[in-house]
């Protein structure tokens, strides 16, 4: 069998990344090229919102589990990577009372931005490892609850993360490209997880926990596997966000945060990588949509109050429209594909190796 | 020759209230056995405890000479046990293909996969036209092809049907029932539960008649057709569980 049939074979089948990947690459480069700094920058912010959603699908997406705190993971990355890549005099200056083991670090922002996502590999494998075990109804409140916790411990372990203030003079290092580098990985990244042995059983267990366990799925261990991967991703996607911000404080990581990274993935559908890739999209363009109609209507003080949260209150009434109508939302479970690629006979394709 | 499957004076409960009492029970190899009763005779409690899902208060299971009781459910399926479980739980979200990539997952050998593929169509033709679908989009008699399917993905050396015409047509239990012979024809071991006692005793070698969690009557399908009146027994006759009442 000839190479090439083999790779037809393939892109027949894995149409959907090509589908994703080929409009964000595209978009990217005509806004890189022709964009206003306005719009370079919110292409930017999309690119790492993307990473985040991502990582959030390959756990709450495959498994059903509704995975609070992620967002935490999130800013475990971001701040690894700034106390990791900060210069020590900025540190010293910015964060008074930080360690000085702390201040001391100093090291190129790449393996920084990996780092950060190990560490908050590592403690997912501490925290997940009671947490998997919990059933679903129980286990989603604890989680939430281990957000809180994430948060308190940010807000006040002022000796790493300054506090409540802002920690300031992380370098800049996320660019347009890079984000968008990032953004492909995690889609390469995602779509290869969920559809892996791991993704696969995690996939099944969230449809039926008893039928995966008569097919001999653990899953218990399935899903700490996912958590732990999702956490990976996350933590490097707080990096690359962190290097974007350059100044940030523990309050974006979140409820709020966390509400608009739910919001993405529930209204693009939280069990596709297409889902998460067209909801992010869609609230993205709705809610600088939003902020440009919530700006307008405050300078021209049309209205005798200033509007304000209009963006959360209108993703909110978009979530539950979404929910009750398309409960898998707009894309729904399935990946979309290419049309025209029509898939062949199965024992065909198993043949030609997939 | 040894039994594959030995269950032997066998209790369980769920909280105070006792679902099995000491039923005793084998499969040999090679052989179709029927687990058959009315709704709460037990039945299911019998699989869940051979399966691991519930564990048994006394009593052993050995299977292949090895004792299973209290092993963990998804150990089950690696030792060659495989359960098409009641209500044909298929994986509803995940394609006909994901359904039995998952049966072979015990031991995946590409290879062996194809081949095993191949004779899936083969048994059932309508998976193969519906391989890209998902699952919850088949009809209640293909999901149970799927079901049963995914569960000869993995090998079984015994494998266990829990009600595979629950909420068929009769139509549709007649195609089961059939498919169900044809692998016991092809050499499979099957430990069949059904309410259906009827149509079970026609394909079985031997039958246990459970009721109110104990074995009322073992011995081949004939010994049992003539035995038991299986009509009462579904009526609520003497032959069944004793229950009085009192005006």
């Known amino acids: 069998m000839s190479l090439l049939s083999r790779f037809l074979t393939w892109s027949r089948q894995h149409s959907t990344l090509a589908l994703l990947m080929i409009p964000l690459v595209l978009a990217g480069l005509a806004i890189n090229a022709f964009g206003s700094s306005l719009l370079l920058n919110i292409y930017t912010y999309f690119c790492v919102s993307l990473i985040m959603v991502l990582s959030l699908q390959m756990f709450m997406g495959n498994s059903g589990i509704l995975n609070w705190v992620h967002i935490g993971f999130v800013g475990v990355g971001a701040y690894a990577s700034a106390i990791l890549s900060t210069a020590p005099m900025v540190k010293s200056m910015g964060v008074p009372n930080m360690f000085p083991a702390l201040v001391a670090l100093n090291m190129p922002v790449i393996p920084a931005i990996m780092i950060g996502g190990l560490i908050a590999a590592v403690l997912a494998a501490i925290i997940g490892y009671p947490l998997m075990r919990l059933s679903d109804f129980v286990g989603v409140i604890t989680l939430f609850a281990t957000l809180i916790v994430f948060h308190v411990i940010m807000t006040q372990w002022d000796n790493v993360t300054n506090g409540p203030r802002t920690f300031f003079g992380v370098p800049e290092f996320t660019t347009l490209t890079v984000a968008l580098i990032g953004a492909l990985i995690a889609i390469m990244v995602a779509y290869w997880f969920r559809e892996s042995g791991l993704g696969l059983r995690l996939r099944a267990s969230r449809d039926d926990r008893y039928a995966a366990m008569s097919v001999g ?11 732990i991967t999702s956490a990976l991703i996350a933590g490097m996607a707080g990096g690359v966000w962190a290097h974007f911000i350059t100044s940030f404080s523990p309050k974006a990581f979140y409820m709020s945060e966390m509400f608009i990274l739910l919001a993405m993935l529930v209204i693009g559908g939280s069990g ?26 405050n300078n021209a003080h049309v209205l005798p109050f200033d509007v304000f949260g209009l963006t959360e209150a209108v993703m909110a009434v978009l979530m539950i429209t979404i929910l009750i109508w398309r409960p898998g939302g707009v894309v729904g479970g399935q990946e979309i594909t290419w049309p025209l690629f029509k898939r062949k006979s199965p024992i065909k394709e198993v043949e030609d190796g997939v | 020759m040894t039994p594959m499957l030995t269950v032997e004076n066998l209790s369980a409960s769920y909280g105070v209230v006792r679902a099995l009492n000491d039923i005793s029970l084998e499969v040999n190899e090679g052989e179709m056995v029927a687990l058959l009763g009315v709704n709460g005779a037990g039945k299911s409690t019998t699989l869940k405890s051979i399966t691991g899902v519930l564990r048994p208060v006394k009593g052993s299971i050995k299977f292949l000479g090895q004792e299973i009781a209290n092993g963990k459910p998804e150990a089950t399926v690696k030792r060659g046990l495989s359960l098409v479980p009641e209500g044909r739980e298929i994986f509803g979200t995940l394609t006909v293909e994901e359904n039995l990539r998952l049966g072979a997952f015990v031991s ?13 169509f083969e048994l059932f033709p309508i998976l193969e036209e519906r391989f890209t679908q998902p699952g919850g989009l088949l009809s209640g008699g293909e999901q149970q092809m799927l079901a049963i399917a995914r569960a000869l993905m993995a090998h079984p050396k015994l494998l266990m049907l829990d009600e595979p015409s629950l909420g068929l047509s009769p139509a549709m239990t007649d195609q089961i029932f059939e498919l169900i012979k044809g692998l016991r024809d092809r050499g499979s071991t099957i430990l069949l539960v059904e309410q259906n006692a009827e149509r079970a005793l026609g394909i079985v070698d031997r039958a246990y008649l459970l009721a109110s969690g104990e074995v009322q009557y073992s011995g081949t399908a004939e010994e049992i057709r003539r035995q038991v009146d299986i009509a009462s027994v579904y009526f609520g006759g003497d032959d069944a569980a004793p229950c009085e009442v009192t005006q």
């Open chain 1, 217 to 227: 799925i653990d899953v218990v261990r399935v899903r700490y596997y996912g958590f």
């Open chain 1, 272 to 297: 596709s990588i297409s889902g998460a890739f067209m909801g992010t999209t869609f609230v993205t363009i709705a809610r600088e949509a939003l902020r440009q109609v919530e700006g307008t209507v």
């Open chain 2, 108 to 120: 995946y050998q590409r290879d062996r996969y194809k081949a095993d593929l191949k004779e899936m």
